[in-house]
């Protein structure tokens, strides 16, 4: 990698899961990475991991639901590490039920944390980008966004993470800036495992039953997801915008 390609790097949610997986690998690939979750202390393992292997990493806590604590988390990123470039909207939580027992807080929490954080996010980060001429947007979808039973808030959440990338992709694009989204299917992480505990199956159990559904017969790793962002935001993807790219072992339908 060349020096020009080093940047300063935000992913949401990298307390864990596919988000630490996602800010441990743009670290490897050289970039400045501040790791923003609820709570700066919650950073701490995914920083240390980093800085253990050389990297870079600033914690920054901050709801990103919230437009006050996104500014201020944005303002304390840039002044730590410099202009933003990238930024990775992975914040997420579920809220499962069936739509006739799914509360008005069940589907306000999953649509705040995931439309209204990227949201904010993103018009928070674009202004560096644009003055740079230069930005990677990746949004965090679903296999969900094409229905899935007992999480009508989340799918309508990761479809709607769909349209709000394509049209970043239209209007950002004149300024050098590329909008994408990854959708996984099954990933290993404290999210499926809360799915397995709510339903009364082992996590062991549970993914060998979803690897036997899944082409590649595994279910994937945060590593999986990790690589295909690394990709988005390389310079070499400038071309590449507007795109969903589903990272679930096999096609989808
Ligand atoms: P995870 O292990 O539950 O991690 C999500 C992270 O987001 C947690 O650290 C969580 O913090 C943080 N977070 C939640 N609400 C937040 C908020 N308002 N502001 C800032 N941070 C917040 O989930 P994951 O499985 O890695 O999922 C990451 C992303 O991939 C999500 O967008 C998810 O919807 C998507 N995804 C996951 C899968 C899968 O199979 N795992 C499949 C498709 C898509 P707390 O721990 O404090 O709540």
């Known amino acids: 990698m060349t020096e020009a390609s080093q940047r300063v790097a935000v992913v949401t949610g990298a307390a864990r899961g596919i988000g630490a997986g996602t800010a441990r690998r743009l670290a490897a690939d050289g970039h400045a990475v501040a790791v923003l979750d609820l709570k700066d202390g919650d ?137 994408n989204a990854v959708a996984p299917g099954f990933i290993a992480t404290d999210m499926t495992a809360a799915t397995a505990a709510r339903i009364g199956i082992g996590f062991e159990d549970f993914q060998k039953a979803a690897a036997q559904n899944i082409p590649v017969r595994r279910v994937g790793q945060p590593e999986d997801v990790a690589h295909v962002i690394s990709f988005l935001v390389s310079d070499g993807a400038g071309f590449v915008s507007g795109q969903v790219i589903y990272v679930a072992g096999g096609p989808l339908s």
């Open 43 to 179: 950073c701490a393992a995914t920083v240390d991991a980093i800085t253990e292997a050389g990297g870079q990493a600033f914690a920054v806590g901050a709801d990103v639901s919230d437009p006050d604590q996104v500014q201020a988390a944005v303002d304390k990123v840039a002044e730590a590490l410099g202009p933003i470039a990238v930024l990775v909207n992975n914040a997420g939580v579920i809220r499962d039920n069936m739509l006739f027992k799914m509360t008005v807080d069940d589907w306000d929490t999953v649509l705040g944390v995931h439309l209204r954080g990227a949201f904010l996010m993103s018009k928070a980060c674009q202004k560096y980008m644009v003055d740079q001429r230069f930005g990677r947007i990746v949004n965090l979808s679903s296999s969900s966004a094409l229905g899935n039973r007992g999480q009508v808030n989340y799918s309508a959440a990761k479809a709607g993470m769909q349209g709000f990338t394509k049209t970043l992709a239209i209007e950002l694009g004149q300024f050098g800036i590329t909008a």
